[in-house]
């Protein structure tokens, strides 16, 4: 005898199916028709939504229920638990019906700049909470989002960090090699880190690395130069020598791959011992970018490269990165000498 459960929300991402108790509710295990999806979803109705739709708390628990977040990375998850807290903690208890108050916005704002002292902390307090809000508002829980734009406090646009030739050189000579062999990977690829560390040997080709991005999904494709085939290379030597085989083209020195806080601590250690200061991991892929201009490569031909989208490109090389590169306006002069010639 079959069971015609009530309620039920279905929503399709990245080809599958996911089921939530209801609209906007936590979502259920097992699939339609099997013992597991009824039990589940008797046990989500008996608790008679404890947690509920009318107070802020509520609305956080129907966004970490969502396919919207559960689909994000594994990093920006936990980076958003920390905020989930401060708000239920906050906030928990705020009727939603006060969200259309336009005094509220004050509230958030305040609470927001309370953290200024940390402001890349305080813009993703804010950001969270707007993302919340706005994933309420989709599924017609409120109709308001009182943390609509409200601009950011992190000014830092990282003008001056690119990496210089005599920096990447301090790595090379004093870092692991598994240090090094990640920030080379990086650098001639202009990939995130988290995507770096993940690369598997399958993704390595005869003549490019293909992966795709987990911030974005996006499928990219970067030809293996001379440089990177040697580091490559020797990543695979290394790997055998030491009978240390993994399908990760990046390990640890025990031969495991990395994690994302195993990676940073062992970085921050390398970095200090190369006596390499005021740069991240991150700032290779703004350098990468920049490599590529000065190489001559177009804002489209970095974007296939990169995986940026073409916009993100122009705003790095026009405003975070060359801004402070010689080397692009010598060319115009010296190609102008050239032609006088």
Not at 225 to 235: A, G, M, N, P
Request: proline share 3%; with cysteine; hydrophobic share 35%.
């Amino acid at each position: 005898m079959r069971v015609k459960l009530k309620g039920i929300h279905r929503i399709k991402s990245r080809g599958r199916y996911y089921y939530y108790a209801w609209r906007g509710g936590p979502r259920l295990q097992g699939e339609p028709g099997t013992p597991e999806f009824v039990v589940s979803y008797n046990a989500v109705h008996q608790k008679g939504k404890e947690v509920s739709l009318d107070t802020v708390k509520g609305l956080v628990a129907t966004y970490k229920a969502s396919a919207e977040y559960l689909n994000l990375a594994d990093t920006t998850r936990r980076d958003y638990s920390s905020v989930f807290k401060m708000i239920e903690d906050d906030f928990g208890d705020m009727p939603t019906t006060a969200l259309k108050d336009s005094r509220v916005r004050h509230v958030f704002k305040k609470w927001r700049d309370a953290h200024a002292q940390t402001p890349r902390k305080a813009d993703r307090m804010w950001s969270v909470l707007k993302r919340i809000f706005s994933h309420s508002i989709d599924n017609g829980i409120i109709d308001i989002n009182p943390c609509a734009g409200g601009g950011r406090l992190y000014k830092n646009t990282r003008v001056s960090s690119v990496w210089t030739k005599d920096e990447v050189e301090l790595m090379r000579t004093r870092a692991p090699y598994s240090i090094w062999a990640a920030l080379s990977l990086a650098l001639h690829t202009g990939q995130r880190q988290g995507d770096i560390l993940a690369l598997q040997w399958s993704n390595v080709k005869d003549q490019h690395i293909q992966l795709a991005q987990a911030k974005t999904g996006k499928e990219v494709s970067i030809r293996i130069s001379q440089e990177l085939r040697i580091v490559v290379e020797e990543l695979k030597r290394r790997q055998k020598g030491s009978e240390q085989l993994s399908t990760f083209v990046l390990t640890n020195s025990r031969g495991k791959p990395w994690t994302s806080d195993g990676f940073k601590t062992s970085w921050s250690k390398a970095m200090k011992a190369a006596e390499v200061s005021g740069r991240t991991f991150h700032d290779l892929r703004g350098t990468a970018v920049t490599r590529w201009a000065e190489a001559g490569a177009t804002v489209p031909q970095i974007a296939a490269l990169s995986g940026h989208s073409l916009k993100d490109v122009e705003t790095i090389l026009e405003k975070h990165y060359l801004s402070k590169t010689q080397t692009l306006g010598d060319q115009v002069i010296l190609g102008m000498d050239r032609a006088r010639k």
